[in-house]
């Protein structure tokens, strides 16, 4: 096989084909000569038998060069590439030589005339000439690329990058695009000289060291598995560069196996690739694109539940959006969910049995071509517990599977109640018509019954306008933070004198201690500074409307230093703390400097403020009250949905501390779990999607468990085309192939010398002997008598 | 075409020169046409007119410079027996020029006009005839003045055209005439050599003395042509395709063997030849032949 390639092999085909272009020309339209009336023929006659044949030559001669001339420009457009070896650069030089000798020996012929043998003798020795200045390039760029210079046989340093995100798993033609990567791959495996080290890298990352080692390294290859949470490609190929580079071998290069999906041109993190820039461009790339154009899929969109968290009774929607790569068509959507049984999980006879998916609800969705739809599921009437369940897509075969099915884990609790305390009677009320809107169980206590009451019941208490308080009743209230529980500080004018109020029992609980009151000069605003803050995270979509000036506050109370674990939620337009929020424990403890829901009408008192009057137009402050009592009586983790690589934290109110689980996992293996000194469970990479199981080992506890999705971008089917990938590595030196013999015909390559520069160099010199050949040839010049008139055509 | 063309004032100038030079032309050309062992041929004194620069110094009169003092070269009037032929070739052939200029059938015109003049002014009876492949038209032998107007105006008339079969013409030519002549050819000889040659011994050996002007365009001598072209015979209209540029050399050495083989074969039979190109001027040509036949004589 010649040591020679062509990468565009169309052209060569096609150049070869218009060389049939100037034979036809030359049979069919030979161009007339010049036609003249002569009496003195009979001078020419006699010359004129021996010279016919010898013209007839000429005539094909210079056809040939004129072949010769376009066959190397098409061999030219179809960009030879000449490996390089020693065979190889051979080979090279000898057809520049032959090519050479052969234009100056047809441009000499063609000058056989007058001179004959000189002029074949300078005619060959000038292309020879030029055939040695063209190898001396040839030659002396090489070794000046060095690189580029290497013989095919030399050991590479090679780093297999295969993507193999969750959308790798698109079939087709009964293959996945990761069996088409692994097999190519092993292909690739096959043709590196010996000695070369390989390593490879997949979407979790890197999978061992560099190996010289082709058994194990194929082995690895082999074993390759779809990554639940995939890495973005610039990531693998960055890790790729990093492995290479590392090697002592000189001659590096990197390929990178990918359907190009979404994951392939993530450009999240521009700084990544700062660090491999220069590297990237000593090495070579090559691109194998394992991915198909048409592909035909029905997607689901990971679920989304609103609300995330509902107490019993309460309804859910379960959203989900369905996307349609392909034609338009009818696809069946069924939620499932779990029939709970106190039993299950369990392990029979070591399988392991889980409750059984009942369908709850089945739609038919209406796809456009290419388009997508949203479908809303409803649960209601769930009782406490987690519940798991499923939105699938029914007798449905698509190119991938792994996203025609989608878990949710919903978390459905008992209704939360509030004990409320108020001394201000107004405020008491307005507080307790307020909650039990919201939702919320409220019972009301004197004061006097604080010290008393049992507390176990209660997810949250609401401290209105508090007087300085025993410490009995401080400390009592601590230990119903620090199980968990909630409570909300609303300080007013009763909380004096400040320093008696705020005594050390008080400040082991409260955020900050009271200085004083600040009477405003003008009226105040709140103003929240911390929209991270999950009471607060609802402000941030209306900031620009909510008219926190409507509620103007005159005084509030001057808090000192910071207490341990506290921070400023929100502040009042003159940068004072207005809502602080303080961790002890497993819960949390939210102090107002201002009270709620003030008596306009107490006579005694300035009004501190306008705020919770119970008036209709007192949405923000009716919002802002909610959600704080939301965030104290949830303060454990709700979260019960989770993305494949993220770190899983579960935790409940009143979890008994170092409890030991049993968890089951969606591939029904199980394993024990022992929990945090809080009582929660925390896991730290969780990849594989589908259903986990938590069972505690307590008897009469609650089941809980959690549910792990692939994420959207791991199986999103959209491509991007490789120059955009390149440009997005800015890639120096790559080539792309689609299909094995490519690159077969790449990998063989490597490192090869595009013939380019001499070429064109012998096409100019062709060129130029066609050009005095054909001007020698057809001449029409006066040699002394200068006028050409009188000459017919 | 007319007359005057022929004899323009450059060209009688040179012609009169040539008959103030009598005793030149007498002892020279035509004594040297006539050849020293024919009769009756004799030159006469005219009158003396001034020496003028150019003028040969030994026909100056001494005998007048005695009484005078004064330069006077003699002139002679030639008188003559002599019988002369000029030949014009007409055929198509003879019309080609490649500067579109001067064919080589004006040019024998030209030089058929100059030489009638000149033997007219020495009283010398000339005819003319034309030829193609036979002889076309013929004017019979006159030496008074106006004969001259006769033959210029036939010369002026004719056309060349038709194929040229010198041979057969010289052989017809030499049948006509009855006493000893002087035959003056012109014609480009674009025909089989020895059948010509073979006339010109047959007119020769009848006792005729034969000048043969070989009148061929500047192109026929030096083919100045390149590249590949296609040449029509103009009297055969055969074509022949040829690359020019290598067929040069070969083309002039085939032109300087036929000319030389005529100029030997010529020698040998006793004909004058002269070898003539359309880029020579004839008055000129003419000239150099007279001078090299003086220096024979």
Not at chain 1, 16 to 34: C, D, E, N, Q
Request: hydrophobic share 45%; net charge negative; glycine share 6%.
């Amino acid at each position: 096989m010649l040591p020679v390639e062509f990468l565009h092999q169309t052209l060569l085909i096609a150049g070869g084909l218009a060389l049939s272009i100037p034979v036809a020309l030359h049979l069919l339209t030979r161009r007339k000569p010049l036609r003249m009336r002569f009496p003195a023929v009979r001078f020419l006659q006699q010359k004129q038998a021996q010279t016919h044949r010898q013209l007839q030559i000429r005539h094909w001669l210079l056809l040939m060069l004129r072949c010769l001339l376009l066959g190397l420009l098409a061999l030219l457009l179809s960009r030879p590439r000449v490996a390089t070896s020693a065979s190889g650069i051979s080979f090279l030089v000898l057809v520049v030589v032959c090519l050479c000798v052969a234009a100056g020996g047809l441009a000499a012929l063609l000058l056989w005339g007058e001179r004959q043998g000189r002029a074949l003798t300078i005619g060959t020795i000038a292309m020879l000439g030029v055939a040695v200045l063209i190898t001396g390039l040839v030659y002396g760029f090489g070794s000046q690329r060095g690189a580029l210079w290497r013989d095919e046989e030399e050991p590479v340093a090679a780093a297999i990058v295969v993507d193999t995100a969750p959308y790798m798993d698109y079939l087709h033609a009964s293959e996945t695009r990761l069996q088409l990567a692994q097999k190519m791959a092993a292909e690739l495996l096959s043709q590196f000289p010996a000695g070369s080290e390989i390593g490879i890298v997949d979407s979790h990352g890197p999978v061992g060291l560099l190996s010289p080692e082709k058994g194990s390294v194929e082995r690895t290859l082999k074993g390759l598995r779809l990554a639940h949470f995939a890495r973005p490609v610039r990531e693998l190929v960055k890790h790729g560069i990093t492995m290479v580079t590392s090697s002592q071998l000189s001659a590096k290069e990197l390929y990178l196996f990918s359907d190009l999906g979404s994951l392939a041109w993530d450009q999240t993190n521009p700084q990544l690739w700062d660090s491999v820039r220069e590297e990237s461009r000593s090495l070579s790339i090559q691109v194998l694109d394992v991915g198909i154009q048409e592909r035909v899929n029905v997607a689901l969109n990971p679920v989304r539940l609103v609300p995330e968290v509902v107490s019993a009774g309460q309804t859910v929607q379960v959203v989900v959006d369905v996307e349609q790569l392909g034609p338009a068509r009818d696809v069946q959507l069924e939620l499932a969910l779990e029939q709970p049984q106190a039993d299950l999980p369990v392990v029979i006879d070591g399988q392991v049995r889980v409750p059984t998916l009942i369908g709850r609800d089945l739609r038919t969705v209406s796809l456009d071509a290419n388009g997508s739809s949203t479908v809303s599921f409803e649960l209601k009437g769930l009782p406490q517990g987690t519940h798991h369940g499923v939105v699938r897509l029914r007798d449905l075969e698509d190119g991938l599977a792994g996203d025609n099915l989608r878990y949710f884990s919903l978390l459905v609790r008992n209704n939360r109640r509030i004990l409320l305390v108020s001394w201000d009677v107004a405020a008491r009320d307005t507080m307790d018509r307020l909650l039990l809107a919201a939702g919320f169980g409220c019972d009301v206590v004197d004061a006097a019954q604080l010290e008393s009451v049992d507390d176990s019941s209660y997810d949250a208490m609401c401290w209105i306008d508090p007087p300085p308080l025993p410490p009995a009743v401080w400390r009592k209230a601590t230990k119903f933070v620090e199980r968990g529980g909630g409570i909300l500080i609303a300080l007013g004018p009763r909380a004096r004198p400040p320093e008696q109020f705020s005594s050390q029992a008080a400040l082991a609980l409260t955020p900050a201690a009271n200085v004083r009151v600040w009477n405003a000069v003008d009226p105040l605003a709140l103003q929240v500074t911390d929209v991270s803050h999950r009471a607060l995270a609802w402000v941030e979509p209306h900031r620009s409307v909510i008219p926190w000036s409507a509620f103007p506050v005159f005084q509030h109370w001057y808090v000192g230093s910071l207490q341990p674990d506290s921070q400023i939620v929100a502040t009042y337009n003159q940068g004072q703390p207005a809502i602080l929020d303080r961790a002890v424990g497993k819960g949390h403890v939210v102090m107002l400097t201002t009270p709620l829901g003030q008596s306009q009408h107490d006579r005694t008192e300035i009004a501190w403020n306008r705020l919770l009057l119970g008036e209709n137009d007192d949405w923000p402050t009716f919002t802002l009250v909610v959600e704080l009592f939301e965030y104290l009586t949830d303060s454990t983790s709700n979260q019960s949905n989770f993305m494949a690589g993220e770190s899983v934290r579960l935790a409940w109110k009143n979890a008994p501390e170092s409890a030991v689980y049993q968890l089951f996992t969606p591939d029904d293996t199980w394993q024990s779990l022992t929990a945090e000194n809080d009582g929660s469970v925390r896991l730290p990479f969780v990849e594989v999607p589908g259903v986990y199981r938590l069972k505690s080992l307590l008897p009469d506890s609650s089941h809980h468990g959690f549910s792990i999705n692939l994420s959207g971008p791991a199986t999103q089917l959209a491509r991007s085309e490789p120059e955009e990938l390149v440009d997005g590595l800015q890639l120096a030196d790559w080539q792309f192939s689609r299909a094995i013999p490519e690159l077969r015909r790449n990998v063989r390559l490597r490192g090869s010398y595009e013939a380019y520069a001499p070429l064109l160099v012998l096409l100019a010199v062709v060129l130029a002997c066609e050009h005095v050949a054909a001007n020698r040839f057809y001449a029409v010049r006066g040699e002394s008598l200068g006028s050409s008139e009188g000459i017919s055509l | 075409m007319s007359v005057e063309r022929y004899l323009k004032p450059e060209v009688v100038r040179q012609i009169a020169r040539l008959d103030l030079r009598a005793k030149f032309l007498v002892k020279g050309f035509l004594h040297g046409l006539h050849a020293s062992p024919f009769h009756g041929f004799s030159v006469e004194f005219s009158e003396h007119r001034r020496y003028a620069p150019g003028d040969d110094p030994h026909d100056i009169d001494w005998t007048v410079f005695a009484k005078t003092e004064k330069y006077y070269v003699k002139k002679f009037e030639a008188e003559t027996n002599m019988t002369g032929y000029i030949a014009v070739d007409k055929s198509e052939s003879m019309a080609y020029t490649y500067r579109q200029d001067f064919s080589k059938f004006q040019y024998a015109i030209s030089l058929a006009a100059a030489l009638t003049y000149l033997m007219i002014g020495q009283q010398d009876p000339v005819g003319l005839v034309t030829f193609d492949d036979r002889i076309r038209q013929s004017l019979p032998p006159r030496s008074k003045r106006t004969h001259l107007g006769h033959v210029l105006t036939l010369l002026a008339r004719l056309q060349p055209a038709g194929r040229t079969d010198v041979a057969y013409c010289i052989n017809q030519l030499a049948a006509m005439l009855k006493h000893h002549s002087l035959v003056i050819f012109m014609t480009d000889l674009l025909a089989d050599p020895q059948p010509i040659l073979s006339a010109l011994r047959r007119l020769r050996h009848g006792g005729h003395d034969v000048i043969l002007f070989h009148i061929l365009d500047e192109a026929e001598v030096y083919f100045p042509f390149d590249g590949q072209m296609e040449f029509e015979d103009s009297e055969t209209g055969e074509r022949l395709e040829v690359d020019s540029s290598g067929y040069r050399t070969s083309y002039r050495d085939q032109v300087s063997a036929f000319r030389d083989d005529y100029q030997k074969e010529c020698l040998q039979v006793g004909v004058d030849y002269v070898p003539l190109d359309t880029s020579m001027a004839f008055d000129k040509a003419l000239l150099e032949y007279l001078h090299s036949r003086q220096s024979r004589f």
